[in-house]
């Protein structure tokens, strides 16, 4: 009998708060590891995408979809845009390359799949909170591919314009 690594899974949401953006989490050690990706992640092997480490968010995070009240942290709304597992691929140690600065993942998702790495950069405006999301050229690349072509969510197949309007219809019937 062979032990088998653990699952982990990854979530990318779709937030709208005072800056729209993606936020990319990985689960680790019992939390998501957390990125605010302002232009998204990509499969474009070409490209690599600014990632600000932010806090790590609790489990019970990882499918949140509604909208995030007016004065309070992350105030928007938020869909679940892509989710699935992932894999470390330099070592069995993911809170270890975190803590190193680069962090090697196969992502095993909906909308994004392959290999990408998080690189710890430095030297801007974010200092050790810059990172950056890099995908790996592999058979899973799209050269061109923008995550802004695909807004629909992975779990209930709506977009966050759709998630603000309901939860305002919602609010607005509590308020007869």
Same mark, same amino acid.
């Given at each position: 009998?062979?032990?088998?690594?653990?699952? +982990?899974?990854?979530?990318?949401? $779709?937030?709208? &708060?005072?800056?729209?953006? /993606?936020? /990319? +989490? $990985?689960?680790?050690?019992?939390?998501?590891?957390? *990125?605010? %990706?302002?232009?998204?992640?990509?499969?474009?092997?070409?490209? +690599?995408?600014?990632?600000?480490?932010?806090?790590?968010?609790?489990?019970?995070? /990882?499918? /949140? @979809?509604? %909208?995030?009240?007016?004065?309070?942290?992350?105030?928007?709304?938020?869909?679940? =845009?892509? *989710?699935?597992? *992932?894999?470390?691929?330099?070592?069995?140690?993911?809170?270890?390359?975190?803590?190193?600065?680069? $962090?090697?993942?196969? #992502?095993?998702?909906?909308?994004?799949?392959?290999?990408?790495?998080?690189?710890?950069?430095?030297?801007?405006?974010?200092?050790?909170? &810059? =990172? #950056?999301?890099?995908?790996?050229?592999?058979?899973?690349?799209?050269?061109? *591919?923008?995550?802004? &072509?695909?807004?629909?969510?992975?779990?209930?197949?709506?977009?966050?314009? @759709?998630?603000?309007?309901?939860?305002?219809?919602?609010?607005? &019937?509590?308020?007869?």
């Amino acid at each position: 009998m062979t032990d088998r690594p653990p699952l +982990r899974r990854f979530v990318v949401q $779709l937030h709208r &708060a005072r800056r729209r953006h /993606f936020d /990319f +989490r $990985l689960e680790i050690d019992g939390v998501l590891a957390s *990125w605010a %990706v302002p232009k998204g992640p990509t499969m474009d092997h070409r490209v +690599r995408r600014l990632a600000v480490r932010v806090e790590d968010h609790s489990l019970e995070y /990882f499918d /949140f @979809e509604g %909208v995030l009240e007016k004065g309070t942290y992350g105030a928007g709304d938020v869909t679940v =845009w892509d *989710w699935g597992t *992932w894999e470390p691929t330099q070592n069995s140690d993911p809170a270890g390359q975190l803590k190193d600065g680069e $962090l090697h993942a196969e #992502l095993f998702g909906t909308k994004i799949s392959g290999r990408f790495v998080l690189v710890r950069s430095g030297g801007t405006r974010y200092g050790d909170n &810059a =990172w #950056l999301l890099i995908r790996k050229h592999d058979e899973h690349s799209v050269e061109g *591919w923008d995550a802004n &072509a695909f807004p629909e969510s992975v779990k209930t197949g709506r977009t966050n314009d @759709e998630v603000a309007e309901d939860h305002h219809s919602i609010a607005g &019937a509590n308020n007869l």
